[in-house]
Structure formats: structure tokens, C-alpha cells
């Protein structure tokens, strides 16, 4: 199984441990990513409100990319960067003006739009490609004691819902059962966790995401499992803000791949867990290590 | 009058301008003045509504006045007005078949923009016709007796009603109906708006009447298999599913559902949707009619397994009415009419997941709310919360899948009427503080808007705004352990969160899964709703597009009890008036051999879905039996010899209208 695989600028910054996490566990699983050459910014949300046209056109030269790597299927483990391909995908589909002038530009670069390039969110892959049984056939250490809310955010369920349910997705619930784990039923799966919000007006988006934690630890969780590399930063990083404006709030969030891979045995290093912010020392603690 | 040659011929040919709406598209005037050139049309005119009385009038003077042997109208569908204008020519002396009828407004006016195009194919159509109309031969209609019995499928309120009043008439009805008791929704309803008047006390003394009626065949537990035939001689096939229990010897004193090898209940009780548990053996519900007994093979130890003590049977003793040897019956029933009153299905809130019905315990439908109410209802009447508490406030969302273009479009009609009325009981059963989040309130019945103005004065509070969830996320003190509804409301122009402590979603309704097989069966057409579909909105609203099938209640579209009775009554009526004339018309429409140019390859006979065609051996010919004949014309197509013709679809006529058709002008 060999996916194209396409990191966007946060798994290079502040989401490093999700692409460490996301490497290894693959790597563990046998499933190969290999890394688009010279891809550019996904545009995120930003550009495609200033200028649609444009922000197609940045995308689609990543999609072009894909194509003429002769993989089809293209990993995207940011949510901005999933979004922000599938609606580019989209944008061409449905406009003829739009799909004209993205391959205007694409031509003066030598390159060709194609549009049978998939773009898949690697809780897809895992779920369906890999599937859970494989997944739960390589548990080293079944996460005992865990108790997760499961947060999808916003941007993998809406406004496109490619592998999930838009109101109730429950993939990584399943995963994270796989793994052993206890998943909490939590009402706020996706709801926003302030976005961009959290550093223009901070407030609000503080406000968002300390609704979130508060609700998971009044729902008993002692981790929260993100998808999205803006939500993990988010969640974990101002708890300390919080705490100055609300009540405390401690409580570690991690990449999904995070948790699969300590399920698996791996090294904490191997996984990033040192660069996080909330400890999850007390976390590990509570894993039973099991002879296999 | 049969003309000896076609030169003979005298048309009279009429443009309607429909009020506006053939005319704002089609420029009759010009059409009529077109026509008016052809060879053999004598008088062509335009006017405003043929249809009525001066439009036949005027028809009728010109044939006398004109000596006209020939008539084409071009108006709308020959649906609504072809048996109108056929009566009009015939009133006037004229075989009613001289007549040929031109479609302009559903084919040209209503479908097309461009006036100029429009007239252009108004003018072509009526060419076609006026060339067609020339071989028309005089015909006669064909008659057939009708069944005086009838047929009534669905033993809700409607069904009922409709039974009673043909009954009552003197007719014999067969009331088929497929759960184990006659009441349908009716049944599990506390009480009706807008009077409060007990459903119980108005429906069950009906009920009752339907089972004694000596001229009520009653049949429940059954569906209808398969439908033969046409109006006034229906062959309809009745399954009659075995309920184990001999409904003759039955007296329903409940023993065996005591004697039960299970103790208590344990399967989730259907007319109680679900609120309280059944045992295998049971009855429909206190007042089920006929009193008897059902088992449930699916549930019952002796029939899934052959294993079971049997204690049932010790119970009934010598009454010996439980039969684990019963069989599913086929009978065989021949009716003039049929009457379809097989309602409706409540929508299924799961396809909402905002409003998590099925997640959060506390979010309820208005018919489990309904029958909680009932004093004869799982609860005795008393509205409690899963865990047994009594609710301080309860909210009801209307437009549950109803009035949404992610689900149904339509609006239900009797939610918000429906909820009021809950609303209004649970205020004085319980005194919670009541919450109505609506869209719009829709109560323009009788009696109605004053209903809305008691539920006012009786403080429940109305929010406007679509509820965007239900959920259990508390972010106030207040709000801990309650529902949390979250709505902007639009009068107020904020989002609101409101804590309760139960939440009622009024479900609206929807066809039966099976709709479109019942459809079928019964050869009926649906909206795109899955609605079964009237002949006409307004002026024939309970008939179908097949003769002798009358369509009354919610299997028609949503409507409250009123309407379904009336729609119930008007069924019945129709059918009285076919049954009261004695005998049907048909259209002469069948075809036939020239037996001089048959050669007997007998080509037509696997041809015929009817079987209407017989062979004779000795003179080697083929012949066709007009009184089944359906006139489909597949014999007449695949004869080789072109020795088959059909009434009304003659070769000359077919190939007439072509020419007309195709001529250029």
C-alpha cells in the first residue's frame, strides 16, 4: 500500500509530533507515504476568502503534482490542507471559468490538472484501506485506563463529508476502541474550537476552545484526541490562559496517531510526545504493559 | 348517422382560450381563423371557456344550424373534459365518437414560453385532429353491470368511516386491514382537537358497529394480494395471515396472555410504540376489535422452537380457539369499487441526529407522548421522565422533518394543532411550564385559531425559530442534569439556549415504506411525495386516474380527523353513485378480425396479456372477445397480415392525424 503524502506547513511547525506519530505508526502498519516533491501552500482558509481563483490555483498545482507522481491517492493529514484541496477540487468540478483559468496558470508552469487525484484524510485510510483489525493486531499496549473525548473539529466533516457522518462522525471512536481505550460519548465532537480566532480575538476563541476542555473533564476524560494540527494547538497550548480567565483546566491533547502509537509499543520520543505542552506523563502511567 | 363517403364530411372545430391560460401562450384567434381554411371544416371559433355551458351551447347550435357531422374542440387534457364535450356532441344528435378532442394547454400553453412557437404547435395539433376526425366511424359505448360490493383497504378512521356508510346504504363491504385490530392511528390518540373531545369515546362505538354490521365483511390480520379487472368488476385476492387463533371461537377473556409460558412482558409493544413490553401471545390493545387474540410466530416458543409447555392451550381448554396448525389463506373476492384508506407513517426523528433521539433518553416523539398521556396508556396517564420523575418543563419541536429540504418538503397539517393539544394536557395534568418552538403556526380549521388563543391564555410560551439541537451539554449552573435546546429565535433576533427537562419532537408524516407497492398493486399514481395521487386537486379529490379507485385519508397527504372523514364520505359517495347507476361505460375501444383476411399463424394469441383472443380450429381464425379486450393494440401491431383493426385507432385514423401532423401549411 503506497499513498502519496503531502505534510502542509503545520506538520513542519507546530504539528511536528503529529508527523512524527503519523510516519512511525504508518511505517509500523506497512504503509508507505511517499512525500510530494516541491509541494507548495495548501491556502488554507485565508486565501480562498481573499481570492478564490488564486487559491484554487496554488492547490491545484499541488494536485497536478500528485498526478504526475502516478500515485492518485494523496494523503492529507492537516484539516486546513484536506479542506482546503477538497474544495479546490470541488471549485474546478463545478466552474467552468474557474477550471479555465487554474489550467491557464498550471500550463505556463508545465503542468496539468487532472482531477482524479483522491485526497484522503489518514483517519480514512487507517479505517477503511488498513482497516481495524490489522490495527488492532499490532496493539502492544492497549491503552487501559484512557479515557478520550474523541474531537474531529470542524474542517473534516464540513461542508464535505467524505468517509463520515457530518453530525456524528465515529470513525476514530472505532479506532480508538480498537486501541483499548475507553471513548467517551462527547456531545462537542464538532463543534469549533476557535479557529484562527484564538489569535485575533483572543477571547472568543479561548472562550471556544475552554468549552470544549471543560466539557471533556466534566465528561471524565483524561485526554482529548485531535485530527487537526490547529485544534491540538489550540487546546493544549492557552490552558494556562484559561486558567487565569476561567476555572483550571489541565489536560493533555494529542494526535490521534499520538495514541495509536503508544498503543503500539512505540518510543515516546518516536511519537513527539516530549514536545507537548500539558505532561503526559501521569498518562502513560496508568498503561499495563502487555506480553504478547 | 354513417356517412357513405368521406366528402360528406362537415367540421365543426372550437379553440378554448382557457381564460388566460391557453390564450396568454397561444394565439387562438389565429389558430381558429387557420383551421377555418382546410377542406371540410365548416365553422371555426374561438371562445373563452368551451367547457361551459354557452361554450357547449354554442357547439350544439352550430351542428343543428350547420348540419355539422363532425367536431373537434382543442382545449385541455381529454382527461377533465373528453366525457364533456362527448355528452355535448351527443345531446345534439351527433354520435358521441364524431368527436376528437385537441390538447393544447397541459401539451402547448402550460409547457412552452414562446407564444409564436406555441401557436405554430397549437395549429399543427389541431390540423391533425381535423384531419383525423374525417374517418371516424359512429361507435357505441360498451356497458357492463357493476359488483354492488365493495372493497375497503385500511381500517383506520377513514376506512372505517367509508365501510359504515356503504354498509349502511345496504352495500356489502369487505374491510381488509392489515394489523391484528381495526383504529388505526385514531386509536392511540388521549384526546382530539381542537374540542377535547376523548378519540376513545368517538372511535371505539364505530369500531364496534363495523364488527357487527351484518353487511361488513371484516378481515383483519390481511393484506390484499393481487387486483384483477376494472371498474365494477374487480377480482381481488385477500391473504389472510394466521394469527394461531381461531377468531370464531375466540372470546377474548385474555386467559392464555395470563397463562403464558413468559411471566411478564418482554417484547416491545407496537400500538404503545415501544413504551411497554408484550408477551408472544397478546392483544392489539384494551379495545382491539375484534376482541381476539394474537400470537406473534416470530416470538412464540411453540412456533419457533416446538418447544414450549404449552400453557396457553391448557388455559383456553374447551373453547379450543389457539391453533398452532393454521395456515395463511388465500381468498378469492369480487368487488365493483375500491376504496384505499391505508394512512400514513410517522417520520423516524433518527434521521435528525441534532435533536439525538434514541441518545439522550429524554427526547421523545409526539406519539409516545400521546400515549403516556392516555389514561389507558402505559403510564396511566401520568407523563414521566425515563427515570420515573415528573417533568418540570417540556419543550415541543414542531416541523420535525417536515417543511425541510433535507427531508420533507411538505407540511404535515396536524403538528402544530396536534402539539398544541399536548401541550395543553401535560399544562393540566402536570402544571410544567411549556415551551413551543415553531416555524410557522398553522391552525386555520375550525375552531382552530381559538384553540391557539386558549393555549396562549393558558401560558404556554411560543418561541419562533427552528431548533438547531437538543443536547446535553450544560454550560450554566441551571442548565446541569437538563436538555439543552438551542435556537435563534427570530422574534427576539438572538440564539437562545433553554434548559428543559423533556423534549417532544412532533414527527410529521410520511407514505408507508410500501407505498409504492401498494401502488402498484392497485395500478394508482404517485406524487413525487409517494402521496397517492388524486384525479384532480380539486374537483375529483378522493378518485384516481383508474375508474371505481377512490382514495381517502392521510394515504392521500397529511390531514388531521375532519378531513379524513370527509375525504372518507366523499369515497363512499362515489362509490354509491356507480354502484346506484348499476353500470359502467367503457370505451368502445376494442379491437377486432377481419376474418376474410386472417390466415390463422396465430401470431396474436401469446400476445394478448388479457387472453382475449381465441382460435377457431375448424375455420382456422382467430378472434378477438370485446368484453375483454382492454384495447392495447399489441395484437393489432404484431398481426402480419394487418387483419387486426382497433375502434378509435383504425390504420386511416392513425395515419390521417400523421399527415395533418407533418403537412406543411
Known amino acids: ?292 | 348517422m354513417n356517412l357513405g363517403s368521406l366528402r360528406d364530411v362537415r367540421i365543426g372545430f372550437y379553440v378554448c382560450h382557457c381564460g388566460s391560460n391557453i390564450a396568454e401562450k397561444v394565439d387562438c384567434t389565429a389558430v381558429a381563423q387557420y383551421i377555418a381554411r382546410l377542406p371540410g371544416v365548416i365553422v371555426s371559433r374561438d371562445y373563452k371557456y368551451m367547457c361551459s355551458d354557452p361554450g357547449q351551447e354554442l357547439i350544439q347550435q352550430d351542428i343543428r344550424k350547420f348540419e355539422l357531422n363532425r367536431v373537434v374542440v382543442a382545449s385541455c387534457s381529454p382527461l377533465l373534459h373528453e366525457p364533456t364535450f362527448r355528452e355535448a356532441v351527443a345531446a345534439a344528435g351527433l354520435n358521441r365518437f364524431f368527436f376528437q378532442m385537441v390538447n393544447i394547454r397541459e401539451h402547448v400553453s402550460w409547457v412552452h414560453t414562446d407564444r409564436t412557437a406555441a401557436t405554430a404547435k397549437a395549429r399543427a395539433l389541431a390540423r391533425a385532429a381535423v384531419q383525423r376526425v374525417r374517418h371516424h366511424q359512429a361507435l357505441e359505448p360498451l356497458r357492463a353491470p357493476i359488483h354492488p360490493d365493495t372493497l375497503v383497504v385500511g381500517g383506520g378512521i377513514s376506512g372505517i368511516h367509508a365501510a359504515l356508510l356503504l354498509a349502511n346504504s345496504g352495500r356489502h363491504v369487505f374491510l381488509v386491514e392489515r394489523e391484528p385490530s381495526i383504529g388505526g392511528r385514531m386509536a392511540q390518540l388521549d384526546k382530539t382537537f381542537p374540542t377535547l373531545d376523548c378519540a376513545a369515546c368517538i372511535l371505539t362505538p364505530k369500531m364496534s358497529a363495523v364488527r357487527n354490521h351484518p353487511n361488513i365483511t371484516l378481515w383483519t390480520y390481511s393484506e390484499v394480494e393481487k387486483v384483477d379487472g376494472y371498474v365494477g368488476n374487480y377480482t381481488v385476492t385477500v391473504r389472510r395471515k394466521p394469527r394461531y387463533v381461531d377468531e370464531d371461537l375466540c372470546v377474548g377473556c385474555k386467559e392464555c396472555i395470563e397463562a403464558c409460558v413468559y411471566k411478564e412482558g418482554k417484547f416491545p409493544d407496537e400500538f404503545n410504540v415501544g413504551l411497554s413490553l408484550r408477551k408472544p401471545v397478546y392483544m392489539a390493545f384494551a379495545q382491539a376489535t375484534p376482541q381476539v387474540v394474537v400470537i406473534d410466530p416470530e416470538r412464540c416458543l411453540k412456533l419457533k422452537t416446538g418447544k414450549c409447555k404449552q400453557t396457553c392451550l391448557e388455559a383456553c381448554a374447551d373453547r379450543k380457539a389457539i391453533d398452532f396448525t393454521q395456515q395463511e389463506q388465500h381468498t378469492e373476492i369480487k368487488v365493483g369499487n375500491i376504496i384505499i384508506a391505508t394512512g400514513f407513517k410517522t417520520f423516524d426523528p433518527h434521521r435528525i441526529p441534532q435533536y439525538r433521539y434514541g441518545i439522550l433518553p429524554n427526547v421523545i416523539t409526539s406519539l409516545e407522548l400521546e400515549r403516556m398521556i392516555t389514561a389507558s396508556g402505559p403510564t396511566a396517564g401520568e407523563i414521566r421522565l425515563r427515570d420515573g420523575a415528573h417533568p418540570k418543563s417540556v419543550g415541543f419541536i414542531l416541523c420535525v422533518g417536515s417543511r425541510d429540504s433535507r427531508h420533507n418538503r411538505w407540511c404535515s397539517r396536524t403538528c402544530c394543532m396536534h402539539s398544541m393539544k399536548l401541550a395543553q394536557l401535560v399544562r393540566e395534568h402536570t402544571g410544567a411550564e411549556v415551551t413551543i418552538f415553531y416555524i410557522d403556526l398553522r391552525a386555520p380549521g375550525k375552531g382552530y385559531e381559538e384553540f391557539l388563543d386558549r393555549s396562549l391564555k393558558m401560558g404556554i410560551e411560543f418561541v419562533r425559530g427552528r431548533v438547531a439541537e437538543v443536547t446535553d451539554w450544560a454550560m450554566t449552573p441551571e442548565e446541569e442534569g437538563k436538555l439543552v435546546i438551542r435556537v435563534e429565535d427570530t422574534l427576539a433576533g438572538f440564539v437562545r439556549r433553554i434548559p428543559l427537562d423533556l423534549v417532544v419532537l412532533a414527527v410529521g408524516m410520511e407514505p408507508h415504506a410500501d407505498a409504492q407497492d401498494v401502488r402498484r398493486l392497485f395500478n394508482m399514481s404517485c406524487g413525487t411525495e409517494g402521496w397517492f395521487l388524486e384525479r384532480h386537486p380539486k374537483l375529483a379529490p378522493v378518485s384516481t386516474f383508474t375508474d371505481g379507485l377512490f382514495i381517502a385519508g392521510c394515504c392521500q397527504g397529511p390531514k388531521d380527523i375532519p378531513d379524513s372523514v370527509a375525504q372518507a364520505g366523499a369515497a363512499a359517495a362515489e362509490a354509491l353513485s356507480l354502484i346506484g347507476r348499476g353500470y359502467i361505460e367503457q370505451e368502445p375501444n376494442t379491437a377486432a378480425v377481419d376474418a376474410t383476411h386472417c390466415s390463422g399463424c396465430k401470431t396474436c394469441l401469446p400476445l394478448c396479456p388479457y387472453s382475449a383472443i381465441t382460435f377457431d380450429e375448424t375455420q382456422h381464425k382467430a378472434a378477438v372477445n370485446p368484453a375483454i379486450c382492454k384495447g392495447c393494440g399489441t395484437c393489432v401491431a404484431g398481426c402480419p397480415s394487418g387483419s387486426i383493426d382497433q375502434n378509435l385507432f383504425t390504420d386511416e385514423e392513425i395515419l390521417a392525424e400523421i399527415t395533418g401532423l407533418l403537412a406543411s401549411e
Open chain 1, 1 to 292: 500500500m503506497k499513498f502519496c503524502y503531502y505534510p502542509g506547513c503545520s506538520l513542519r511547525g507546530t504539528g511536528r509530533a503529529y508527523e512524527e506519530s503519523l510516519l512511525a505508526v504508518f511505517q509500523v502498519l506497512g504503509v508507505e507515504l511517499q512525500e510530494l516533491a516541491d509541494w507548495n501552500c495548501c491556502g488554507a482558509t485565508a486565501y480562498m476568502s481573499v481570492d478564490e481563483v488564486m487559491a484554487c490555483t496554488l492547490t491545484a498545482r499541488n494536485l497536478a503534482l500528485a498526478a504526475r507522481s502516478g500515485l492518485h491517492q494523496m494523503v492529507a493529514p492537516c484539516s486546513a490542507c484536506f479542506l482546503a484541496l477538497n474544495k479546490t477540487k470541488h471549485a474546478i468540478a463545478e466552474s467552468p471559468l474557474i477550471a479555465q483559468r487554474v489550467d491557464e496558470a498550471l500550463q505556463r508552469a508545465g503542468l496539468t490538472y487532472e482531477n482524479g487525484i483522491a485526497v484522503r484524510h489518514p483517519l480514512d485510510v487507517l479505517v477503511t484501506d488498513v482497516g481495524l483489525e490489522a490495527i488492532r493486531q499490532r496493539v502492544r499496549r492497549p491503552l487501559t485506563g484512557f479515557k478520550i473525548a474523541p474531537y474531529y473539529g470542524c474542517q473534516i466533516v464540513r461542508p464535505y463529508s467524505p468517509f463520515d457522518d457530518q453530525d456524528r462522525p465515529a470513525t476514530m471512536d472505532r479506532l480508538l476502541q480498537a486501541l483499548g481505550a475507553e471513548v467517551l460519548r462527547y456531545p462537542l465532537k464538532t463543534k469549533c474550537c476557535g479557529g484562527s480566532l484564538t489569535g485575533t480575538m483572543a477571547e472568543i476563541g479561548l472562550r471556544l476552545s475552554y468549552l470544549l476542555l471543560r466539557e471533556a473533564a466534566k465528561r471524565g476524560a483524561n485526554v482529548i484526541s485531535t485530527v487537526c494540527p490547529l485544534c491540538q494547538f489550540n487546546l493544549e497550548a492557552y490552558q494556562d490562559d484559561m486558567a487565569r480567565l476561567w476555572e483550571p483546566v489541565r489536560m493533555p491533547v494529542l494526535h490521534f496517531t499520538q495514541l495509536m502509537g503508544i498503543a503500539f509499543g512505540l518510543e515516546p520520543r518516536q511519537l513527539g510526545l516530549q514536545r507537548g505542552i500539558v505532561s503526559v506523563k501521569p498518562l502513560l502511567a496508568r498503561l499495563q504493559e502487555v506480553a504478547i
